[in-house]
């Protein structure tokens, strides 16, 4: 990796705090054809993995599907079994909530106005790489509070006459 460019495949893992009644959640994001390591109880059951998916593990089993959410299997229990999607769930769905919201309609769990936390990790991933160690984010404070080093790409220095 250069600063000039993404490294060609990376993997970088996200630890969010608990909220509420919502324990912390640990997501880890694969890039450039890696994919992660299945937990022995699922590696058992030899599932095919597309070259881009999703993989869901929880306490009693896991989810694999394609990278839209398509061809969602469950993994439980020793087996492999199709999941059921509701139609209001399918991937072709996905794009009439933003459609509607264009519209004027209601805003719906997708919408954009709900997106900045997924661009901010997405972001703070970026961050990581670039500065090549963990960060620690408060978002309260809008700052990393491991790394001076890495809180400097979190804000752009622009030229005169472009500041914004």
């Given at each position: 990796?250069?600063?000039f460019s993404y490294p060609t495949?990376?993997?970088?893992?996200?630890?969010?705090?608990?909220?509420?009644?919502?324990?912390?959640?640990?997501?880890?994001?694969?890039?450039?054809?890696?994919?992660?390591?299945?937990?022995?109880?699922?590696?058992?059951?030899?599932?095919?993995?597309?070259?881009?998916?999703?993989?869901?593990?929880?306490?009693?089993?896991?989810?694999?599907?394609?990278?839209?959410?398509?061809?969602?299997?469950?993994?439980?229990?020793?087996?492999?079994?199709?999941?059921?999607?509701?139609?209001?769930?399918?991937?072709?769905?996905?794009?009439?909530?933003?459609?509607?919201?264009?519209?004027?309609?209601?805003?719906?769990?997708?919408?954009?106005?709900?997106?900045?936390?997924?661009?901010?990790?997405?972001?703070?991933?970026?961050?990581?790489?670039?500065?090549?160690?963990?960060?620690?984010?408060?978002?309260?404070?809008?700052?990393?509070?491991?790394s001076a080093r890495a809180d400097?790409?979190?804000?752009?220095?622009?030229?005169?006459g472009w500041e914004l």
């Open positions: 990796q250069t600063g495949a990376c993997s970088l893992r996200f630890q969010f705090a608990a909220a509420g009644d919502r324990p912390g959640i640990e997501l880890f994001w694969y890039d450039g054809g890696m994919k992660p390591r299945f937990p022995r109880e699922i590696e058992a059951l030899d599932p095919k993995m597309q070259r881009e998916g999703i993989l869901f593990v929880g306490d009693q089993g896991a989810v694999l599907a394609d990278f839209h959410g398509q061809n969602a299997r469950l993994l439980q229990k020793g087996e492999i079994r199709p999941l059921e999607v509701s139609e209001s769930q399918s991937p072709a769905s996905r794009y009439h909530p933003w459609i509607e919201a264009c519209q004027g309609g209601e805003q719906s769990p997708g919408s954009f106005l709900k997106a900045a936390a997924i661009t901010d990790a997405v972001n703070l991933g970026t961050v990581a790489l670039r500065a090549g160690e963990k960060v620690d984010f408060d978002s309260n404070a809008m700052k990393i509070t491991s400097k790409y979190l804000y752009r220095q622009y030229r005169e």
